[in-house]
């Protein structure tokens, strides 16, 4: 495979944005390899670059470094890739149905090590002339459902030892290499990341995921000698050649512990965050020394930039500057004087116009576990490649150039512009606003040009519309009366991580390395919306922080099931009942809302940050029995626009604001890209029959909703996100919104037997976010457009934002 040039991709780049739209500009410099992310982020890679697979989360580095090992684990083909590291090429790819993160070289260089992720075994590759010849395998157990999932591995050649560390049965298994059996399994308190062994092979290293804790294995006990405390959620770990101080990268806490092994004590703590801050958002998740040690290269991960340390004296460790990658970064190595870092999601989001398509016949055949049919390889979850950027061990002078590009890169802590004079937004934290009670409604799933495709005044393609005005009157009618946003993009990609960035302006590492995997049909995950502490992040989600702050609180169905808070935070301000199952109405929670809110207001006593999920345009396809995906969506706008008119002939009205937004777009059709959102704002407060194209994202929301509240950040990204300022007018216009009565009947159910209803019984509809998005999608095109229409190709060209031109701009040219 030829290397990639950054200089030539971004020029393609460039060249599919000013195709996918009639009228566009790009929202920041294209100048210097800048390039901007949908979430407000910008990227100027540097070094050469090796096209790699679907999401790299390891690469190793043989002993003899002629050879690099990547292991690819994203939603879509998951493969193991060799590399030449004299001729830069890829010298073998091959494909493994299952696999994670864990991936090793034996001491000759002639075995290549890698866990079949929830196949639950290890695969031992021989290799002979740079290629990976047929496995041999070592099972920990039977495939999944059983719960066991390796993740990393250690080994001990003289002694002929494996180390398995897993992450769903939070486990060590050790494995006699001569009987390929495993002789011991130790029970860890959490989920494990990674493992590494001490020089003298008597200690053994295990990063508790979950726990925040790194363990000590004695090797000849065979028992757990220690837990050491460390930051929020321990990932990659990285052993001194004297195993004399172990260092640890946290996750969720923007750092690094150095643990002295000797003494068992952390000695220091390294902050890798790009600027002087607490919040979390960097997920710091690959670690590299120098060949001389004296250097400490950390990748972060969200952050897009490698942090690069002094560590010659440990406990005074000096920051030498920064260094930017690709996107996503997941782990990084360093040997020959260059340093090669994994980029996850690869140098942008992009066009797909080949898929995602429907399918055509009835054979579901392409559908099994593990699969990527070839029409759907364009598809989000595995749309994004990863990269290999290869870059020289920089001077000071190139220090100081790359360490400028980061901060270039970076939007937060970089100056606001402030608002209008009195508007009713803050400026600052913990000023007045006359606006007292938030309304949040968080719904499923649906792109902008899905809903408002088809109004006219705003950057819509009605040919993807499928839910226009006649289904969803309400939605437009609100969009028509006060602000119209075109231009807003949720940070989510899907269900999984959308409701952590919808609840708490971020999804930390676990989220984001593991959906892909349940998502690609490979098993695992599923546990995500509150569900485990360990997809948390590490201060919480917004109602921890209205809890801490004295801020009045309730949730009406998110993050709850059935009658249990899936978060503490949440017991005791939750309404039970709300959610009694996949088939209610959002009607009829609006009528449990409205019965629970009017008695909240006869008490004074309707809390400052209400929640409400009103999930039904998520929809059930086309399965036999199940109401239409139009009368469910139809269901939902009516729900919307009813609550609008209740509480808008409230008495608090006068003090209120809605926002409405989709926890994630679901991979739907939009001609600009598949993270644009339908997205409202509506309170007294909103400017009138206005249309604003500014680049909003789902964080935005949260800052403004924050602002208002008197509420600090909760992430990097909030803090650095723009919030609606110019949504907002200080003149109100206290008239009452009157919602639209449907037209359509939204009893009708399913009653086709076809392709798409035999797809749709395999969904898992309990949940909202279990169902396959991409599938559910097509049955729900087909049902509006008939079974034998093809669902277009959404384009995805995310750094791309529409530029409205005013008359006198029109004038001026």
Known sequence: MKTLSIKYLLFSYFLIAIASCKVAKLPGKMGNNQILLPNGWSLSPVGNSIQLGDLPLNIQVSHNKKLVAVTNNGQSTQNIQLIDTKTQKITDDIEIGKSWYGLAFNDKDDKLYASGGNDNMILIYPIEEMKLLKPDTIRLGKPWPVEISPTGLAIDDKNKILYVVTKENNSLYVIDLQTKKTVKKVKLSSEAYSCVLSPNSSTLYISLWGSNQVVFFD?????????????????????????????????????????????????????????????????????????????????????????????????????????????????????NNQIWVANGKGFTSMANPQGPQPQTSDDDSDLHVGSTPKNRLQYIGGLFKGTMSIIDIPNDVMMKSYTQMVYQNTPFNKAKKAPEKDNPVPFNLGDKSPIKYVFYIIKENRTYDQILGDIKKGNGDPQLCIFPEKVTPNIHALANQFVLLDNFYVDAEVSADGHNWSMGAYANDYVEKTWPTSYGRRGGGGEYGGKEKITYPRDGFIWDYCKRAGISYRTYGEFISGNTAKTPVLEGHFLKDYDKGEEVRDTTHYYRWMKDFDELVAKDQVPQFNTIQFPRDHTSGQKLGKYTPTACVADNDLAVGMFVDHLSHSKIWKESIVFVLEDDAQNGPDHVDAHRSPALVISPYIKRETVVSNMYTTSGFLRTMELILGLPPMSQYDAAATPLYDCFTSKPDFTPYNYVRTQLNLDAKNIAVNSSSKLSESFNLAEVDEAPDLELNQVIWKSVKGENSEMPAPKRSAFVVLEKKSKKDKDDD
């Open 219 to 335: 090797t000849k006990s065979q028992q757990i000698t220690d837990y050491i405390n460390t930051q929020y959620s321990p990932n990659e770990l990285l052993l001194t050649k004297k195993g004399d101080h172990l260092f640890v990268a946290n996750g969720g806490d923007n750092s690094v512990s150095i643990i002295n092994t000797a003494s068992k004590k952390t000695v220091e703590v390294i902050s890798a965050a790009v600027h002087a801050t607490n919040l979390t958002g960097s997920t710091t998740n690959g670690l590299a020394f120098s060949e001389n040690e004296k250097t400490l290269y950390i990748a972060n991960a969200d952050n897009n930039y490698l942090a690069v340390f002094d560590i010659s004296e440990i406990g005074e460790s000096k920051s030498q500057g920064f260094i930017p990658t690709g996107w996503y970064p997941t782990n990084v190595k360093c040997f």
